[in-house]
């Protein structure tokens, strides 16, 4: 049986009320299932605040969860709203947040490369063979002491 012929059967088969009450069952899962995700993005960017050691790994769960999840919960809000102007209003917060999301951190980050959490280049130049060697510093990505001291294992 092709899709074709379950779609013109299902058709012939149920009521047009019934019909819109099948689409909005949908509607409904699919937005609680966007909605449930946008959370546990949420949630998980907040643990990381909490859990990472240092600024830019701090930054770096921030800036990454925070724009999928908004995403995903302004996703599910515009399958609920239908069309309507609640459906514009929350596309126009979504393009806003997509592009000042990301501009943030990187006005974060770079903030930060001019303060005292500034990173050294991994990348240094070497005299002795002209090629470069990496370095890893760790200066700007020290974990916080205040949390060792206070005893508390990761």
């Known amino acids: 049986m092709s899709l074709e012929a379950v779609r013109a059967a299902l058709l012939k088969a149920l009521p047009l009320w019934r019909r819109h009450a099948v689409i909005d069952s949908i509607l409904t899962l699919v937005s609680g299932f966007l909605l449930a995700m946008g959370c546990f993005f949420m949630l998980s960017g907040a643990i990381g605040i909490l859990r990472f050691p240092d600024f830019y790994t701090r930054m770096h769960a921030a800036g990454i ?32 947040i997509f592009f000042t999301s990301p501009t943030a951190s990187h006005a974060l980050a770079r903030s930060a490369q001019h303060s005292e959490l500034k990173l050294q280049s991994l990348w240094e130049g070497s005299a002795s063979n002209g090629r470069p060697q990496k370095k890893i510093s760790t200066k700007g990505s020290e974990p916080d002491t205040a949390v060792e001291a206070a005893g508390v294992s990761r």
């Open 65 to 96: 969860t925070d724009t999928l999840a908004t995403f995903l919960v302004i996703t599910g809000l515009m399958l609920i709203a239908g069309w309507s102007l609640a459906l514009f209003k929350l596309g126009l917060i979504l393009l806003f």
